[in-house]
């Protein structure tokens, strides 16, 4: 059945709709999971699936769903489509909120057609993929998979001191299912590339195969304060230069290789702080990705090694803790070929690709079949108010997620 295209102006005016909601004082957008500002995102979105006339349920860790289940589809598994609306910090509009409201779109342009689905079609936003107020981050579709016990999760301590599960009763969002109630047939996430390829080779899609292995981890060094003048160079136990140390050994290590890993230190303190003392203690991140789980551990061995060499050398106390691990993902191959099959159908310029970002579909590929597909990001910025895919791009993706899923609710 040809079920024609999406409506364009509702999809995107629900983007930038959303987009206003959880501005600061500054005029950034700030959405962090389960705050007063997430709250109203989330009662805008329950508000159009309402419209929609679907089903709403809502799981213990506030993982929201919109279920489109006509008589047509029967007691079978239901197609899941969705992503997440939390943000990070002065955020830009598309990455996850992309991905819920195009779910959303097909779900209401199959409905207008008169489609006939063989199975339930769902829309899920999860809980917490940021990661920025509660670690780790896709903890909605981590739980829900049963990676990570739900008691645990609701536990969690925010770096605000707010604790997950009190924050989602305050807010009006910890429902009654259970996570995992409903075990997806298939699973496909759109979202926008959150990097430089697409935009670049003058790509319109991306058919996502394969998804980079995460190590979050952070580090502790301990060594003595002391006067930044008085001390000699040679009797210093100092904190931050150890720290110093593995930024740099990190940074060219990677770029001495020709594997695509990557590494990033993203958060640094030193004690006390001030300008004139040798810093006491040094608390920083190490974020290591790579599509490879062999070369990842490579990674994270070379990372121990050194910080045991740093710990003799420096004469400084080194403490990890594992902030979140996860394994590299491949995608299901039949998903991936439909992609690539609808998008050329629709004129569109389409290449395989692997996505540097960890999102749902990630978890989600534990219980069930699932894909990606990616619309370009100009300059590849994303996280940042700068983030932009253009209009033509977010209207070719969503018609592109509207043919995958004609054909796999088809049967």
């Known amino acids: 059945m040809n079920t024609g295209s999406i409506t364009a ?5 629900r983007i930038h709709e959303l987009g206003d909601i959880g501005r600061d004082e500054a005029g950034r957008l700030v959405r962090l999971a389960a705050s007063d500002t997430e709250k109203l995102g989330r009662d ?12 709403i349920a809502i799981d213990r860790i506030g993982n929201i769903f ?3 289940a006509p008589e047509s589809a029967g007691g079978n598994a239901a197609l899941m489509l969705g992503s997440h609306i939390d943000t990070v910090i002065n955020a830009g509009i598309y990455d996850g909120c992309y991905g819920v409201l195009a779910g959303l779109e097909v779900i209401e342009t199959l409905k207008s057609a008169g489609f006939q689905p063989a ?5 899920a936003a999860f809980t917490n993929e940021e990661g920025v107020r509660f670690a780790p981050d896709m903890m909605g579709s981590l739980v829900y998979t ?10 969690t301590i925010g770096t605000d001191g707010a604790v997950l599960g009190a924050e989602l009763e305050r807010i009006g969002y910890a429902g009654a299912m259970e996570p995992g109630f409903l075990i997806p047939h298939a699973y496909i996430e759109l979202h926008i590339e959150q990097g430089p390829v697409l935009a670049r080779e003058g790509q319109s899609i991306g058919a996502v195969t394969d998804l980079q292995g995460i190590s979050w981890q ?21 904190a931050g230069h150890a720290a110093a140390r593995v930024v740099t050994f990190l940074r060219e290590r990677v770029r001495a290789s020709n594997a695509p890993t990557v590494a990033t230190v993203g ?10 003392v040798i810093p006491s203690r040094a608390t920083f991140t190490v974020d290591l990705r790579d599509p490879d789980e062999a070369r990842l551990q490579g990674e994270e061995a070379a990372l121990a090694d050194f910080l045991q060499r740093i710990a003799a050398e420096e004469q400084v106390e080194v403490h990890v803790e594992r902030l979140a691990r996860f394994q590299p993902v491949r995608f299901d191959s039949n998903i991936v070929t439909l992609i690539e099959k609808t998008a050329q159908a629709r004129g569109l310029a389409c290449r395989r690709m692997i996505s540097g970002a960890g999102h749902d579909a990630q978890m989600i590929a534990r219980i069930a079949p699932s894909a990606m597909i990616f619309v370009p990001s100009i300059g590849g910025i994303s996280h940042n108010p700068r983030e932009h895919t253009p209009e033509a791009d977010l209207i070719a993706g969503a018609n592109v997620l509207l043919d995958v899923v004609t054909s796999l609710a088809s049967h």
Not at 119 to 123: A, D, E, G
Not at 146 to 154: K, Q, R
């Open 9 to 13: 102006r509702r999809l995107l005016g």
């Open 44 to 55: 805008r979105l329950l508000a159009w699936l309402r419209e929609a006339g679907l089903q």
């Open 66 to 68: 919109g279920i489109w």
């Open 119 to 123: 199975r339930p079609v769902v829309v």
């Open 146 to 155: 049963g990676s990570l016990a739900v008691d645990e999760a609701l536990a």
């Open 218 to 238: 952070k580090v502790t060094v301990a060594g003595d304060a002391n006067h930044a003048g008085t001390t000699p160079m040679s009797m210093r136990r100092d």
């Open 267 to 276: 958060c640094m303190a030193f004690e006390p702080n001030a300008i004139n």
